[in-house]
């Protein structure tokens, strides 16, 4: 079992940054690859970014890549999300979830564990 916890969010005005973090309690959190979803208001939950259990691999969508940086502490039980020159497109509430698979899926279906999201507002 698996629980996670965002934190992070904010108003930021464009051009402007962000980071956040998701903790996870639990033994294995080691043993999971990560991925950081988003949802806007009346859109489905898009992939944003995933990292394997290692760290060693990092996947990217391509609307925030060269942006957006994940990153993930195993001795922290943390996983992050750097967000750099932020849009307002990029509004949406964040969610970070965890999956048994070896490398990130872009599938929300294939997360089992999920946070409670936290909220990313850019202002133009």
């Known amino acids: 079992q698996v629980q996670l916890v965002e934190s992070g969010g904010g108003l930021v005005q464009a051009g402007g940054s962000l980071k956040l973090s998701c903790v996870a309690s639990?033994?294995?959190?080691?043993?999971?690859?990560m991925g950081w979803f988003r949802q806007a208001p009346g859109k489905g939950r898009e992939f944003v970014a995933g990292?394997?259990?290692?760290?060693?691999?990092?996947y990217y969508a391509d609307s925030v890549k060269g942006r957006f940086t994940i990153s993930r502490d195993n001795a922290k039980k943390t996983v992050y999300l750097q967000m750099n020159s932020l849009k307002p497109e990029d509004t949406a509430i964040y969610y970070c979830?965890?999956?048994?698979?070896?490398?990130?899926?872009?599938?929300?279906?294939?997360?089992?564990?999920w946070g409670q999201g936290t909220q990313v507002t850019v202002s133009s």
């Open positions: 990292i394997s259990w290692s760290g060693g691999s990092t």
């Open positions: 639990g033994r294995t959190f080691s043993t999971y690859a």
């Open positions: 979830a965890a999956t048994p698979r070896v490398v990130p899926a872009t599938t929300p279906s294939d997360y089992n564990y």
